[in-house]
Nanobody, 122 residues
């Protein structure tokens, strides 16, 4: 059984940084394209960032380009989302997702984590 467990969320002030982690078990992360999504209250999940199974390609939502970075450490079976210059609009529940041999583009998740809350407020 494939499981994705996020961590690293919390409450920060505008302009601060956070790094989210997603640990994968039950499957080697090197066979998965990985993504991050977020969900505002009462809204559907929206795409934030993704990385191809090879790590060679990354994609970002326009709203986070230049502020967020996605990376993977296959040795640790972990994917990260580095979030810089956070703003109140980044407040959401952040989900990690995996796609079998995903290229990162037009991400279609096969697996989901439970989510970690990020709150940005002064």
């Amino acid at each position: 059984q494939v499981q994705l467990v996020e961590s690293g969320g919390g409450s920060v002030q505008p302009g601060d940084s956070l790094r989210l982690s997603c640990v994968v078990s039950g499957r080697t992360v090197s066979s998965l394209g990985m993504g991050w999504f977020r969900q505002y209250p009462g809204a559907e999940r929206e795409f934030v960032a993704s990385i191809s199974w090879s790590g060679g390609s990354t994609y970002f939502a326009d709203s986070v380009k230049g502020r967020f970075a996605i990376s993977r450490d296959n040795a640790k079976n972990t994917v990260y989302l580095q979030m810089n210059d956070l703003a109140p609009d980044d407040t959401a529940l952040y989900y990690c997702a995996g796609e079998s041999w995903g290229l990162g583009f037009r991400f279609q998740a096969d697996y989901w984590g439970q989510g970690t809350q990020v709150t940005v407020s002064s």
